[in-house]
């Protein structure tokens, strides 16, 4: 069970302040298309959450369990994503421009359609990711063969 609802999610962002939820366990929760700017999710749990469409340019998701969530659509353009789980999370059409995916785990992750230009991440992280050829990667990056 979750620390919080969705509920509790959209009456704190209406606070108009970026969310400082670091630690906390939202998984399997529903967080589609909230407006998650500049949040503090660092060491948060989200495995099999649905962030469906969320924007979330510029948050810190620094050690953050995303594995098995869907992140389909979602803006993580800057985020900070060191350190973070995406095994066989679903990145479908994700924006993650200039993100920073340093040492991120990326197993059965699947990124079709992902922009990952200007991210930083290695080569080494992709061997077992699922892409397509709209996938764009960063300068440098080499996708799995």
Same mark, same amino acid.
């Given at each position: 069970?979750?620390?919080?609802?969705?509920?509790?999610?959209?009456?704190?962002?209406?606070?108009?302040?970026?969310?400082?939820?670091?630690?906390?366990?939202?998984?399997?929760?529903? !967080?589609?298309?909230? +407006? =998650?700017?500049? *949040?503090? %999710?660092?060491? &948060?749990? /989200?495995?099999? $959450?649905? @962030?469906? #469409?969320?924007?979330?340019?510029?948050?810190?998701?620094?050690?953050?369990?995303?594995?098995?969530?869907?992140?389909?659509?979602?803006?993580?353009?800057?985020?900070?994503?060191?350190?973070?789980?995406?095994?066989?999370?679903?990145?479908?059409?994700?924006? !993650?421009?200039?993100? +920073? =995916?340093?040492? *991120?785990? %990326?197993?059965? &992750?699947? /990124?079709?359609? $992902?922009? @990952?230009? #200007?991210?930083?991440?290695?080569?080494?992280?992709?061997?077992?990711?699922?892409?397509?050829?709209?996938?764009?990667?960063?300068?440098?990056?080499?996708?799995?063969?």
């Amino acid at each position: 069970m979750s620390d919080l609802t969705r509920r509790d999610l959209i009456r704190l962002i209406a606070l108009g302040r970026p969310l400082l939820l670091e630690g906390v366990n939202l998984n399997f929760t529903d !967080l589609s298309h909230l +407006n =998650l700017l500049e *949040a503090r %999710l660092n060491g &948060a749990s /989200l495995r099999g $959450a649905n @962030l469906t #469409g969320v924007f979330a340019s510029a948050a810190s998701l620094l050690g953050t369990d995303l594995s098995h969530a869907l992140l389909n659509g979602c803006w993580l353009p800057q985020a900070m994503l060191m350190t973070a789980d995406l095994t066989q999370a679903n990145l479908t059409n994700a924006l !993650l421009m200039g993100a +920073n =995916l340093e040492d *991120a785990r %990326l197993e059965g &992750a699947i /990124l079709n359609g $992902a922009d @990952l230009s #200007g991210a930083s991440l290695s080569s080494e992280q992709l061997k077992q990711v699922l892409w397509d050829k709209k996938t764009k990667w960063p300068d440098g990056v080499r996708p799995p063969a």
